[in-house]
């Protein structure tokens, strides 16, 4: 069955359009008008995908990606008005996995749509067995991670670069070096990976694994057995 695509989108003749090419590209879609609604058919059809405007009546986008955020990893792509690189920095430290800027071409969006839902359901085909870094577990597999038995509840995006790093614990990566692993086909500025690993952080810190991951100054992260 096609992926479901869950358009949030207060301009009807916009959502129309991307409902339109979506279906043109052989996905089933959904449409909310706000964010209330936005979440009743996020929990009613739970979707493959949300393509979510940030400016809604009612509730923000931002609220509704906490929500889902808090609920799983339902790949989100955030649509925005806001051209600014702050609002983008803070849709990805709540989780968003990519985002497009109006005005925008609704081909673009498909693209968009197609390179997150491919890095979401991609296995990380070079690792066959689970991962161990001092009390975290890696399961490519299943595509989990776990502290010490303690599931982490990880965005695909997150879950990636998690892997990357751990597969050589204690080796300093690069943003540039992370940012090709996790989002090879995302136009994103490499601040990107500094609010997906800060989630990452804050992820391994709540589950009891404190100074996990460590950022090396004037290269970027990595990841240690022991904090």
């Known amino acids: 069955m096609s992926a479901l695509i869950l358009i949030v ?8 359009v991307l409902e339109a090419y979506a ?7 959904e449409r909310a008008g706000d964010g209330v609604a936005a979440l009743s058919a996020y929990r009613a059809a739970s979707p493959d995908l949300i393509l979510l405007d940030i400016m809604l009546p009612g509730k923000s986008g931002l609220d509704v990606l906490k929500t ?19 609002d983008q920095i803070v849709g990805l430290e709540l989780g968003a996995d990519d ?13 968009r749509v197609k390179a997150v839902l491919r890095r979401a359901s991609a296995s990380l085909e070079d690792l066959e067995k ?18 010490n038995g303690q599931a982490l509840t990880l965005t695909p995006a997150e879950f990636r670069l998690l892997s990357h790093l751990a597969e050589s614990p204690g080796r300093a990566f690069s943003r540039e070096e992370l940012l090709m692993a996790a989002l090879p086909d995302s136009e994103a500025l490499e601040r990107v990976v500094d609010a997906h690993l800060a989630g990452v952080r804050r992820k391994l810190d709540s589950a009891g694994a404190p100074g996990m991951l460590r950022t090396v ?11």
Do not use: H, S, W
Not at 23 to 29: A, C, H, K, S, W
Not at 72 to 79: A, D, E, K, R
């Open 68 to 86: 889902v955020r808090a609920d799983g990893g339902t790949p989100v792509i955030l649509v925005t008005a806001r051209a600014e690189e702050t």
């Open 130 to 147: 689970p991962l161990r870094v001092g009390p975290l577990e890696i399961d490519p597999r299943a595509v989990l991670a776990r502290v």
């Open 9 to 16: 989108e207060d301009e009807p003749q916009l959502a129309e």
């Open 23 to 29: 279906r043109q590209e052989g996905y089933r879609t």
């Open 217 to 227: 100054r004037g290269v970027g992260y990595r990841l240690e057995a022991a904090g």
């Open 99 to 111: 985002y497009v800027v109006k005005p925008f071409r609704p081909r673009e969006v498909m693209a």
